[in-house]
């Protein structure tokens, strides 16, 4: 309350600088434009008349929204809003003078067109004035405070306005105790310059040597923090990342960038940062608006993918998150991670398995979520190969336990997270996971043609770079040891995005399907676009220059051949899919297909007997008969025999 009193006086503080400003502006003018008893009867009638103005004022300000911005944050688009209002203002006056006032009224102009265009070059001063002093004010003494508090000199890199905003947030104490002594630019046309007083030093390409002299002066830096433009293709940073493996200087990333440097992260520069194609430009306010004041749920909440997607859900504005997860030590960590967040979000952990009904029911009725994310499962393809029972009990019984407590919790939208190795599987992961989307089509399908429930949609994408599991920690864990970095296949491609990309990505695919009710547009599965696949030997030949060494001199590289489940290529799309276009971007759907509910539980059921017998060729049986693209003749697994069990596509649709 106290706040929000303070705000109302802030708010009327300014309404009335800016009224009195208005009065102020006519009298100005007035004074300047008229003398002796011109002056002296405008202003013998000026009481009758400047109560309306200064009203019809008030009404004009408010409409071009000049009581809304913070004044200590003044900029161009600020002034641009008062031009426009005392530009209509001045028209009125016009208009009033010339077809009212002086035909009328008085019998001359009361204001008289150079008295308009002074009263509209003074009023423009006398409101965009003291918000630009205010401005230089605050932004002078938390510069001259920021000076005095810096203590860690930084090395920027990248142009010229990434650089100014940065400097700017560093001036305004945004970036802690960094202080900008320096900037490396990409240009070779920025050197010999300086921006905001800081001197351009040298191109990206020179940053060993800059830096070694800045040491050898006694003035080291202790920071280099990277902006985004020097992270681009342009920027080669492969070269000049290189380099500075040899400097042992804590280096760092910015995000975004805005206004002072608001909504913008620091983050430690990783090598994942610079091994796919540019992120696809993720729509903020579509993610807040779809999470904002949402109880969200999300299962496997401490894995790669759960704890990033609870992080989202929670800087996007969800009002209460339920972390679902059986390891309590993850459980633990993501939990940590979301309250040193302070974010204004009620975070619940809960530790269940998603395979056991009787826990995940009740739980997921008493907090009833609006948004429930599946994002728990077992996905290493190994592991799978050998237990492929526990790979059915989580990746589909799971799943459809899941699915089910949110449907009946009431939730809006349940979405499931999938893979690209669920097209044509060639592993116990792709058919576990195929599986699991089909009841979730099946289930999403009861609910189309006006049939109000919750929606169900899978999304499937590639590797997430940094993940647990993922190639890429296990490499820059190699290239640490000296090597060798192993590769199962010189022609082993894979699509890859990070993790933070993937999950903006998931949450953009879940609010686009609530929009898409209507049967002929409805989607059950969305896949992210990834760009071009990348060969692991590549991958792995980048990695190793990128921590500053040579491959197959430095560092050698083993062709150690392909495991059990693993294919060479990853595939989006099955061959009679339908795809469609969602108008996202970075975001596409396929249309359903599926067999019917009643053919689903029936396979569950045999599934059930073939866990219990653990019949590992009746259940793969039951998976081809789903699946017809599954192929369960895989090296080093005998065939099995035939079961009785006609195709799905009979029953396609069908619920």
Not at 382 to 393: M, N, T, V
Request: glycine letters at 8%; one cysteine or more; a neutral charge.
């Amino acid at each position: 309350m106290l706040n929000l009193s303070k705000q109302s006086t802030k708010k009327l503080a300014i309404i009335v600088h800016d009224l009195a400003m208005t009065a102020l502006a006519i009298v100005f003018v007035f004074a300047v434009r008229f003398d002796g008893w011109l002056f002296e009867e405008r202003m013998r009638q000026l009481p009758s008349i400047l109560p309306f103005l200064v009203a019809y004022a008030g009404v004009v300000y408010w409409f071009f929204q000049l009581y809304r911005s913070k004044w200590r944050f003044a900029s161009l688009p600020d002034l641009s809003n008062i031009v426009r209002a005392v530009t209509v203002l001045t028209m009125t006056l016009l208009v009033v003078d010339y077809v009212l006032v002086a035909p009328n009224l008085y019998g001359y102009f009361f204001f008289g067109k150079i008295t308009l265009v002074l009263y509209w070059l003074v009023q423009i001063a006398l409101l965009g004035g003291p918000r630009l002093a205010y401005r230089y004010l605050r932004y002078s003494r938390s510069k001259h405070h920021a000076a005095r508090e810096a203590t860690l000199p930084a090395l920027l890199l990248g142009r010229a306005v990434d650089i100014e905003m940065v400097i700017r947030a560093m001036e305004s104490g945004a970036m802690g105790k960094m202080r900008p002594a320096g900037i490396l630019s990409p240009r070779s046309d920025d050197l010999g310059q300086s921006i905001r007083g800081v001197p351009v030093l040298g191109l990206l390409s020179q940053i060993e040597t800059v830096a070694t002299d800045a040491g050898e002066r006694g003035e080291p830096f202790r920071r280099i923090v990277a902006t985004p433009s020097a992270l681009t293709a342009e920027a080669e940073p492969d070269k000049w990342l290189a380099l500075t493996r040899k400097l042992a200087i804590p280096i760092s990333r910015l995000d975004t960038l805005g206004e002072g440097l608001r909504g913008s992260e620091l983050a430690p520069l990783e090598i994942e940062d610079l091994l796919v194609r540019p992120s696809v430009k993720i729509d903020r306010e579509r993610l807040e608006s779809f999470l904002k004041g949402k109880r969200v749920i999300v299962t496997g909440g401490g894995g790669s993918i759960g704890s990033e997607i609870c992080l989202r859900c929670a800087a996007f504005g969800a009002a209460e998150l339920l972390v679902v997860e059986n390891s309590e030590p993850a459980l633990f960590h993501v939990t940590e991670a979301l309250a040193a967040q302070e974010l204004p979000i009620r975070v619940t952990g809960a530790l269940a398995d998603v395979r056991d009904a009787a826990r995940l029911d009740p739980l997921f009725r008493a907090f009833a979520p609006d948004i429930v994310i599946h994002a728990a499962a077992l996905k290493h393809v190994p592991y799978l190969e050998a237990d492929w029972g526990e790979g059915i009990k989580t990746n589909i019984f799971g799943s459809v336990v899941a699915m089910e407590a949110a449907i009946a919790a009431g939730a809006g939208i349940f979405v499931m997270i999938s893979t690209d190795k669920a097209i044509e599987p060639v592993s116990m992961l792709g058919a576990t996971k195929r599986f699991a989307e089909m009841y979730a089509q099946a289930r999403d399908a009861e609910f189309a043609n006006g049939n109000r429930g919750t929606r169900l949609v899978a999304v499937r994408f590639g590797n997430v770079l940094g993940s647990v599991g993922s190639v890429v920690p296990k490499f820059k864990a190699q290239i640490e040891r000296g090597g060798p970095v192993t590769v199962t296949s010189p022609e082993m491609i894979r699509y890859f995005m990070t993790i933070r990309e993937a999950c903006d990505l998931v949450l953009t695919a879940a609010s686009h399907a609530p929009e898409h009710e209507a049967q002929d547009e409805r989607a059950a599965v969305y896949v992210l676009k990834m760009g071009q696949p990348l060969k692991i030997i590549d991958l792995a030949e980048r990695m190793i220059r990128l921590a500053g060494y040579e491959p197959g001199v430095d560092i050698e590289i083993a062709v150690t051949g392909v495991r059990p489940g693993e294919r060479l290529n990853e595939i989006l799309f099955a061959k009679d899919e339908p795809m469609a276009e969602t108008g996202l971007d970075g975001v596409m759907a396929a249309k359903p297909i599926f067999a019917g509910r009643a053919r689903m539980q029936g396979w569950l059921g045999d599934l059930e007997r073939a866990l219990a017998a653990q019949d590992r060729l009746g259940a793969e049986a039951v998976l081809e008969a789903a699946i017809p693209d599954f192929s369960r003749r895989r090296p080093g697994l005998p065939p099995a025999a035939p079961m009785q069990s006609s195709s799905p596509r009979a029953a396609a649709s069908q619920p």
